[in-house]
């Protein structure tokens, strides 16, 4: 079996992978694998995907993934940013501080706005040089996020509660509406271009979302119905069994993993905060998982025979799901030891399907 069948079995409600498939988020930990600075990285498809395919052919894990950086489509809009030789870049000043200033705004275009096209570069090369062999995993913000990049995140979530207090004039509340709104429909532009491409995990990170952020009212008020819509559409615009939605919200999120199944999305990245046993009692194989060793403590920080005992552990929870990916539950950290690495996908690949 190859890496990609093993991947979309593992995917498929009654699929059959020949073991459990290996997908940690090794999104920029692949420039620092093949010695590429990270500024160079986040600017050219083709070196992300030299750099992945170079750490693939070491790990041999079977998921390919662009995910590296966070405001190559908030600078579609305009965003300033500031770029480092060897770090990610960053954001130097929010875009707006009133919500009325955002109506003009339109949906940019994937293939030219940002650095959008950078990692539609990516997805592109990927599909030349691996073929059908090897799942790829693109990358999306989601609407949420998005937005409290273009206001500064503090900005933006007091603006979200001001709203939500009833505190804001009501044309705020429209504003904000129209706004998301307007990010549900830029994310999906993107994520959609990737499936076009070839990608066969269709990605979207909405961290800010998590209940770390906010409560689960507010998630259930100002990202679940845009997510519902970005997931639904998706359906319609995916091949069936071939690609597959995925979601990533870091933190704990518990109280709102059964509103985040109800999305329609395929697969949730389950990150080390969360229980996987608990995880799949409410989700009976109606999501796929992908998780959850902890990227800081474990794989960082442990032994190989840590890892290997964590991995093992997530396994046998995971696979009570039903549908099951060891992965990292969120980013692998520059410098994580390569062994342990190795540790996660032999864990995997050892335990059968
Ligand atoms: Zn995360």
């Known amino acids: ?13 009654g699929g059959k ?9 090794t999104g920029y930990y692949a420039a620092g694998h093949a010695g590429i600075p990270l500024g160079k990285y986040v600017r050219n498809g083709r070196l992300i995907a030299e750099a992945q395919l170079r750490l693939q052919e070491d790990l041999c894990h079977d998921i390919l993934i662009t995910a590296a950086d966070t405001y190559y489509i908030a600078e579609a809009f305009g965003l300033d940013i500031e770029m ?36 539609l570069e990516a997805v592109r090369h990927l599909k030349e040089m691996a073929g059908d062999d090897l ?17 500064g995140i ?47 995990i269709l990605y979207v990170g909405d961290s800010l979302a998590s209940l770390n952020m906010i409560s689960p009212q507010m998630y259930r008020n100002w990202v679940h119905p845009y997510h519902q819509r970005i997931f639904t559409a ?22 709102i993993l059964a509103d985040m199944i109800s999305t329609g999305v395929d697969l949730i ?21 992908i998780g959850n060793i902890d990227p800081v403590k474990v794989l960082n920080n442990g032994s190989v025979t840590d890892v290997g005992k964590a991995c093992n552990e997530a396994v046998r929870q995971g696979v009570g799901n039903g549908r099951f990916i060891l992965g990292s539950g969120c980013f692998v950290c520059p410098g994580t030891p390569f062994e342990n690495l190795q540790a996660l996908v032999s864990s995997a690949h050892n335990w059968g399907g």
Do not use: W
């Not at 009133?98 to 950078?118: F, N």
């Open 154 to 200: 503090d900005n933006f979530m007091l603006k979200l509660m001001d709203i939500e207090s009833g505190e804001a004039p009501e044309s705020d509340a429209k504003d904000m509406r129209n706004l998301l709104e307007l990010m549900t429909e830029t994310t999906l532009r993107f994520v959609t271009a990737q499936a076009e491409l070839g990608a066969d």
């Open 84 to 119: 480092y030789p060897g770090a990610l870049p960053t954001a130097r000043r929010a875009l707006f501080s009133d919500l009325a200033e955002t109506r003009r705004l339109k949906v940019p275009d994937p293939g030219s706005a940002g650095r959008m096209p950078v990692y």
């Open 1 to 13: 079996m190859t890496p990609k069948q093993r991947v979309l079995e593992s995917l498929t409600i």
């Open 17 to 25: 992978p020949d073991c459990t498939a290996a997908g940690p988020f």
């Open 269 to 289: 990245e389950i990150d080390a905060a969360m229980n996987l046993t608990a995880v799949s009692g409410i989700s009976h194989n109606r999501v796929a998982l």
């Open 135 to 151: 799942a790829i995993r693109g990358t999306g913000t989601g609407p949420f996020s998005l937005a409290a990049y273009l206001f």
């Open 234 to 255: 998706l359906k319609e615009r995916m091949q069936p069994g071939r690609q597959f939605s995925m979601i990533h919200m870091c933190g704990n999120n518990m109280d």
